[in-house]
């Protein structure tokens, strides 16, 4: 397949992390014979020293002319000092509109020979491979109306709406169902139908959904359960489907699970065009020391090739160098153990590459 790739490498540790990256696709492009082409384009606290602005027009242009996009982070102490609306983190919010990404996917997966670095105990987590697709563009952050208002008593009053379409739930609902049929096939669904009517309608919509996809098993649970579950016993979850508030909540209680933040990537899903990154940020404390691990934005390339382009194989044989890798004890400052040794970003990049079978 032909396919264009924007790399937005951003600041801080994007800079070291995102080449990795590409490395690892330009391999799986010359093994499985595609031809990717990447473009980089600035953004972040890069972008605005360059142009003032940190998503420039360029940058935003180029991202919805590609076919999939691969951020790095954006940020960093140099930049804190400015009005809210030139900060780079804004940027990360202007191409997510832009894109019209409405889900969130953050595998929660724990290596093997990384079981020890959890803060649970090793027969909790052992094994665990969880997905959870989070709906990113609807419920109480942006439901109408909201807002604070001053009571006749003088009093103040805070309000928000936890608001679901039919289409919302229908689209988010289909993506977890797609997900899990490259999965084990099992959607875990969460609301809170019992207090909540948006969830009774959530779930009436997933349930309805679900009849286009028989092979994939569905149950329900309440919220509290899942935060529960999630730490008493997370190998029953496959695919974790939630809306926004919720999903942000357990998607990161699931992230640390697995206790290194440097090996969680993350998609985000839109009508077109995806975009790809790792979960943390440009980690300014360690940029520049080829220090910081490589593995969430490899992962992240990883779950590319899957959700973009349906390269199920490429993305897998990815998977596996990356457990080959760990096999061989290679790890960075992040996830060292006794007895391993530590190496650089970059060399991390190269025993991944070296591992791709
Ligand atoms: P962070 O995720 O950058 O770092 C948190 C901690 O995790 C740090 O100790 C860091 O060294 C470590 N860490 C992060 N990535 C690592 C990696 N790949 N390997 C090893 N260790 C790693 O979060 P923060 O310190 O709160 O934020 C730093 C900057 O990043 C801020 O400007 C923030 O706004 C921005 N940020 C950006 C994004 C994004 O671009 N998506 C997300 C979160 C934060």
């Known amino acids: ?79 804190e000092g400015l009005e809210y609306s030139l900060r780079p983190e804004r940027a990360l919010l202007g191409i997510r509109e832009a894109l019209g990404l409405y889900a969130n996917l953050r595998p929660a997966k724990v290596y093997a020979d990384l079981v020890d670095a959890s803060t649970l105990k090793r027969e909790v987590i052992e094994g665990i491979d969880i997905l959870v697709v989070r709906e990113l563009t609807g419920g109480i952050y942006f439901g109408k109306p909201k807002g604070i208002e001053t009571l006749a008593n003088g009093e103040e009053r805070g309000f928000n709406t936890e608001v679901y379409t039919t289409e919302e739930v229908r689209r988010i609902a289909k993506v977890a169902f797609e997900a899990a049929r490259k999965r084990r096939k099992k959607v875990t ?43 008493r016993n997370p190998r029953q979850f496959d695919v974790l489907l939630c809306n926004n508030i919720f999903g942000d909540i357990l998607s990161d209680e699931a992230a640390m699970l697995t206790g290194s933040i440097g090996m969680l990537p993350s998609a985000s899903i839109g009508a077109k065009v995806g975009l790809f990154e790792p979960i943390h940020g440009s980690a300014p404390d360690i ?32 998977e596996q ?37």
Request: a negative charge.
């Open 189 to 231: 669904s969460v609301d809170k139908a019992n207090v909540l009517e948006s969830s009774e309608l959530w779930r009436r919509v997933v349930i309805d959904v679900h009849k286009g996809y028989p092979d994939v098993e569905l149950g329900h649970m309440y919220v509290d359960n899942a935060a529960m579950q999630l730490v």
């Open 1 to 79: 397949m032909n396919a264009k790739i924007a790399v937005l490498a951003g600041d801080g540790v994007g800079r070291e992390i995102v080449p990795e990256a590409v490395k690892v696709l330009r391999a799986i492009g010359e093994k499985y014979h595609h031809t990717f082409e990447f473009v980089s384009a600035d953004i972040g606290g890069q972008a605005i020293d360059k142009v003032g602005v940190p998503l420039p027009q360029d940058t935003l242009a180029l991202a919805m002319q590609s076919d999939a996009v691969l951020l790095g982070a954006v940020g960093g102490p140099k930049w």
């Open 287 to 318: 940029a520049g020391k080829n220090i910081a691990n490589p593995i969430a934005t490899i992962a992240s390339a990883a779950m590319m090739l899957s959700y973009a382009f349906q390269l199920d194989n490429e993305a897998e044989a990815i």
């Open 321 to 357: 160098a990356i457990v080959k890798t760990l096999d061989l004890g290679y790890r960075t400052k992040d996830i060292q153990s006794p007895g391993a040794s530590i190496v650089g970003t970059a060399e991390m990049g190269d025993a991944i590459l070296r591992n791709l079978t």
